[in-house]
């Protein structure tokens, strides 16, 4: 079955611009994540959100960044101002959110570059 | 803080022989751990899982050891093959209600040579 998703691929910003991405979850998976990725680095939660609960932003690293998942499902990662400190790749995953397992779905990410 | 660390940065191995990958955690509240696979240009991929109440796990060519007395744990792969060369991250969760909230180590690259 399809995967997660993300739009764009890539995104190439200026400095100071807004930039929203997307991501769409496997049907079905009530949990979904946003994750920053800088170069050669480990992964960096930003999100997450499970059902109809209020998210975790724990991870956000500034009020510039915001995320939204409307009906449950596609989820929009919104970064105002961009800094040039925020060029990464940011990766979304999904998963079942049930006590059996954590796996989490991952997809191929956005690679966000702010000149 | 908490953290998730792995020993070695780069492992290089031969096709055809074991490679072993450690990972060691800080946080002794962890209690489920999860192996990923990286490829280039692309998202972490779930290799093998383990709970805290096990200390070894088996899936197809590849085991997981938990170490929960010392806080480490490791990644075995047999007979290493040449589409293994990825990124391998572990991460760890702390119970259901910060399930979404996995702490990843900063990942072992590891290539395979022929």
């Known amino acids: 079955g399809a995967g997660v998703s993300q739009s764009p691929s890539n995104k190439v910003t200026e400095k100071g611009k807004d930039v929203e991405l997307r991501c769409d979850p496997i049907s079905g998976h009530t949990a979904l994540y946003w994750y920053r990725q800088s170069l050669g680095q480990g992964l960096e939660f930003l999100i997450y959100f499970q059902g109809n609960s209020a998210p975790d932003k724990s991870g956000l690293p500034s009020d510039r960044f915001s995320a939204e998942r409307t009906g449950g499902s596609v989820s929009t990662l919104t970064i105002q101002r961009t800094q040039q400190e925020d060029s990464a790749v940011y990766l979304c995953?999904?998963?079942?959110?049930?006590?059996?397992?954590?796996?989490?779905?991952f997809g191929p990410g956005t690679r966000l570059t702010v000149t | 803080g908490e953290s998730v660390g792995l020993h070695l940065p780069t492992l290089s191995v031969q096709e055809g022989d074991n490679s072993i990958i450690n990972c060691a955690y800080s946080?002794?509240?962890?209690?489920?751990f999860i192996w990923y696979k990286q490829e280039s240009g692309k998202g972490p991929q779930f290799i093998i899982d383990?709970?805290?109440?096990?200390d070894k796990r088996q899936g197809q060519r590849v085991t997981v050891l938990l170490n929960k007395t010392v806080k480490h744990l490791s990644l075995q792969i047999a007979a290493t093959q040449p589409g293994d060369s990825a990124v391998y991250f572990c991460a760890e969760n702390r119970g259901l209600d910060n399930a979404g909230k996995s702490t990843f180590g900063d990942g072992t690259t590891l290539t395979v040579k022929p």
């Open positions: 383990i709970r805290s109440n096990m």
């Open positions: 946080n002794s509240a962890s209690d489920y």
């Open positions: 995953a999904s998963s079942l959110g049930t006590t059996y397992s954590y796996e989490q779905y």
